[in-house]
């Protein structure tokens, strides 16, 4: 922290803040996409939304990462697994599909030509290339990026439907993107705002004329060694016979009330909760308007018939009608069991 001085007429003013600037990024709307671009470098398509954004706004959200975990263990338990189509290679395919809207499996051939195992693909890495086959971005410790190249029958992909583009798939819950970073956001402020302790949110007006330079100056001390470890600290100050308001703090915000942490937080998850078709009970929130999290078994058998067993069909359906993939054992879906 640097104070800033400036004179003005026989008077000086002295002035100073805390802390940095917090920069501010301009964002696109996600979902304004015309398709996807061709990288010439490495002769691929560009996926329409950055995977990055995606693996981190699951990754920085308290709700959308656990509910997609939630979301993929759901869907992999009603699937029956056999032969080398195992759940360790079904569950990351799983996750993947959900939460970038695309699953690939790595079909591992032997001497002679058949599959004999099968190996998940990250879909951060996968990318599609005009002749139909896949490239796999590799990055070694000094950030040089190489290329694994794959054949297209050597990779089965499946990818959520995306009306504008058929070369990736978008994930579900697209449209909570912007609430979920928005509720991170809303929580790395709140950090900032604590850690900070000065809180950016008071100016110290000083217009006693018995408080010397020697005075101020031991204040400006004060003040700024109240910021970060040891912060909230208390100050005295003793001006003799000075005058009534000769020193006075003027709040310039409070987070608290004028930008509703609490609403806003309860909100963005409501919507992520949406965004995912989740109920609010599962996910252990009591819904808005409700005293309870209700009937936890006939929430879960809704959400099982809705939810996880249309998706459980769609992938089997996907593994079965592939005759590579079929010949190391066919997939099955566990029956859905109602209540009598």
């Known amino acids: 922290m640097e104070p800033v001085l400036t004179q003005a007429s026989d008077n000086p003013v002295m002035a100073f803040s805390f802390g940095h600037a917090e920069p501010l990024l301009k964002d696109s709307w996600l979902t304004d996409m015309a398709g996807v671009n061709l990288d010439l470098e490495f002769n691929h398509y560009v996926p329409p939304i950055d995977r990055k954004l995606l693996y981190q706004a699951a990754n920085t959200n308290a709700y959308l990462g656990p509910v997609l975990m939630a979301r993929r263990n759901m869907v992999l338990n009603a699937i029956i697994t056999n032969g080398q189509l195992s759940r360790g290679a079904l569950g990351p395919c799983i996750h993947n599909y959900l939460w970038f809207g695309d699953m690939a499996l790595l079909k591992l051939r032997n001497n002679i030509g058949q599959v004999a195992a099968v190996a998940p693909l990250s879909s951060y890495y996968l990318r599609r290339r005009p002749d139909g086959g896949f490239n796999y971005l590799q ?177 089997v359906e996907f593994i079965n009608s592939d005759p590579d993939l079929a010949r190391l054992g066919r997939l099955s879906v566990k029956p859905l069991v109602t209540e009598a």
Request: proline share 5%; hydrophobic share 35%.
């Open 139 to 315: 990055e070694d410790s000094d950030g040089v990026i190489t290329v694994k190249r794959y054949r297209a029958d050597d990779v089965a992909f499946l990818g959520q439907y995306d009306p504008l583009q058929q070369l990736y798939g978008v994930p579900d819950y697209i449209g909570g993107l912007q609430s979920a970073m928005l509720n991170s956001d809303a929580t790395m402020f709140k950090r900032r705002y604590y850690k900070n302790g000065a809180h950016m949110g008071y100016i110290l007006y000083t217009s006693d004329p018995k408080l010397s330079e020697d005075d101020k100056s031991k204040i400006e001390q004060a003040l700024a060694g109240s910021k970060g470890a040891g912060n909230f600290r208390n100050m005295f100050i003793n001006i003799p016979d000075g005058q009534e308001k000769g020193i006075q703090v003027i709040p310039i915000g409070d987070f608290s009330s004028k930008d509703q942490f609490a609403s806003a937080k309860n909100i963005t998850a409501q919507d992520v909760l949406t965004a995912n078709r989740f109920p609010a009970g599962m996910a252990g929130i009591i819904p808005q308007g409700a005293a309870s999290l209700g009937d936890a078994l006939k929430t879960d058998a809704v959400y099982q018939q809705n939810e996880v067993q249309p998706l459980a069909h769609d992938l």
